[in-house]
């Protein structure tokens, strides 16, 4: 008989949303998030539409979960959608806050000074 811990289990949670900037400024956006927040290993990097990179953390486990950004265009605007991935440990992070950060730097990029 074999038993499955938590930590062979994984778990996923997505969120999307519309930004108002065109699809090469978006991904400017995210990929100067992730550079600002956190130290990662970029695993896919199909710019300007999908990134998929893990977020390290100080131990030597390896990742402590790995995030997908899937950019389309959308009109005007690029569709945003995130994705997290870990292994079940722990509580969920606010990825919701994440796009709000998004939303805001790229509003920055087309709002006048």
């Known amino acids: 008989m074999s038993r499955r811990t938590s930590s062979e289990v994984m778990?996923?949670?997505?969120?999307?949303?519309?930004?108002?900037?065109?699809?090469t400024d978006t991904w400017r956006c995210v990929t100067d998030l992730v550079?600002?927040?956190?130290?990662?290993?970029?695993?896919i990097s199909d710019g300007p539409r999908v990134l998929l990179h893990s977020v390290l953390d100080d131990s030597d486990d390896?990742?402590?979960?790995?995030l997908t950004w899937t950019l389309t265009a959308c009109g005007r605007g690029t569709r945003v959608e995130l994705v997290h991935s870990e292994q079940?440990?722990?509580a969920?992070?606010?990825?919701?806050?994440?796009?709000?950060v998004v939303l805001q730097r790229c509003i920055q990029r087309v709002t006048p000074a």
Do not use: F, K, Q, Y
Request: overall charge negative; aromatic content about 6%; proline content about 10%.
């Open 11 to 23: 778990c996923s949670t997505s969120v999307t949303t519309l930004v108002p900037t065109v699809i």
């Open 35 to 43: 550079a600002d927040l956190w130290r990662t290993e970029v695993l």
């Open 62 to 66: 390896g990742p402590g979960c790995w």
């Open 88 to 90: 079940v440990d722990g």
């Open 92 to 100: 969920p992070p606010e990825l919701h806050s994440l796009l709000l």
